[in-house]
């Protein structure tokens, strides 16, 4: 199945993703939880260990959406800025924001519309920033790179958790069937949208393999780079430094 997004100007392709998540952003959360069986509570969880967030860090959370990676990091006291292109995204994680419990060790939240190739922050505003099933989306990837690395203060970190290449065999075929036949039959159930999912589905086939991607990285200036593959490589974890 093909969603044809690559066929599609650059500006085509940006407006059909924001189409995809003003869709879902109501469902996004539920639709998360069913999709990976609540797995991605605790990739996000081991996600966050790995940033290790400190109180009074600046950090960027970059295609933050609903804002579940960024409560993790303010819980642990660093203020956040929550970016995302997309508003819907962003009021769900505003409300979310608004009924959570916080306490005096709990980090501040910003919520502000970025566009990750294209981020208003000046250089060297942030100690770490993070992109979380973000990047895949984002039509000039080397672009949101160069940005992450400009906003970065020397000695910050770069970490993206994303959808990749799963190396482990027997389960590479099981997760084929699942991504060709049930999951966008579980958006059209309960999202009523089958074909963003099946966009999903095509965004990850599409990302580049985990060495193609810490080689573009590299190319966008960080060092130190590091790849942590969870479930082989479904999902993998990226890290850099920006020296
Ligand atoms: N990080 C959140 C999480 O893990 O739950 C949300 C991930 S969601 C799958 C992907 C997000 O990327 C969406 O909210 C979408 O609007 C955002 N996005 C897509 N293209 C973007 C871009 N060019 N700049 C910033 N955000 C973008």
């Known amino acids: 199945v093909s969603f044809g997004y690559e066929n599609v100007t650059p500006q085509e392709k940006t407006r059909r993703v924001g189409e995809v998540f003003s869709s879902v952003a109501s469902k996004y959360d539920i639709m998360n939880d069913a999709m990976s069986i609540g797995m991605h509570r605790g990739w996000k969880d081991r996600f966050v260990k790995r940033v290790k967030p400190r109180p009074g860090e600046q950090i960027?959370?970059?295609?933050?959406?609903?804002?579940?990676?960024?409560?993790?990091?303010a819980d642990r006291g660093a203020d956040i800025t929550v970016a995302d292109i997309n508003q819907d995204m962003l009021d769900v994680g505003a409300e979310r924001a608004m009924d959570r419990p916080a306490s005096d060790e709990t980090g501040s939240l910003v919520f502000t519309c970025q566009n990750a190739e294209e981020i208003s922050f000046a250089s060297s505003s942030f100690d770490a920033y993070t992109i979380v099933f973000g990047i895949r989306n984002v039509t000039f990837k080397d672009k949101a790179l160069a940005e992450a690395?400009?906003?970065?203060?020397?000695?910050?970190?770069?970490?993206?958790?994303?959808?990749?290449?799963?190396?482990?065999?027997?389960?590479?075929?099981?997760?084929?069937v699942y991504s060709d036949k049930l999951l966008p039959r579980m958006g059209q159930a309960i999202a009523g949208d089958a074909d963003s999912y099946r966009y999903l589905v095509e965004s990850i086939r599409k990302f580049p393999t985990m060495p193609e991607f810490e080689s573009m990285i590299r190319a966008a200036g960080f060092t130190n780079t590091k790849v942590e593959p969870i479930l082989g490589g479904a999902v993998a974890i990226h890290s850099g430094w920006k020296i």
């Open 60 to 73: 960027l959370d970059m295609a933050g959406g609903t804002g579940d990676i960024a409560f993790r990091m």
């Open 149 to 176: 690395y400009r906003v970065l203060r020397p000695g910050g970190r770069f970490y993206c958790m994303e959808f990749s290449t799963t190396e482990w065999s027997g389960f590479k075929e099981i997760y084929d």
